[in-house]
């Protein structure tokens, strides 16, 4: 399948890309020819095949929820490198325009 200027240039804005003319050829040759080996995918014979969903087979182990030993609020705050009575004291990580 081949790609022509037009079309790159179409990708190019909606991927928010820009590029000269002699990378917009070699775009256009790359495109083409990743397009033409999936189109020999699709002559491939998939019959009896099933679809793949995940590259493992592991399977996800399941068990409820068990409340277990916590720290108390004193001791969580204990070891923080700032705090403010209650809290943990961090910097400021949103600036705003003002």
Do not use: C
């Amino acid at each position: 399948m081949k790609i022509d200027k037009e079309t790159i240039k179409k990708i190019a804005h909606l991927a928010r890309l820009e590029f000269d003319e002699s990378s917009a050829e070699k775009m256009s040759k790359d495109m083409s020819q990743i397009l033409d080996w999936v189109e020999q995918l699709n002559e491939v014979d998939t019959e009896g095949v099933e679809p793949l969903t995940t590259m493992s087979s592991e399977v996800n182990v399941m068990r409820e929820d068990k409340v277990g030993p916590h720290l108390s609020h004193e001791e969580a705050l204990k070891n923080a490198p700032q705090r403010d009575s209650d809290y943990f004291r961090v910097p400021k990580v949103l600036e705003t325009n003002e």
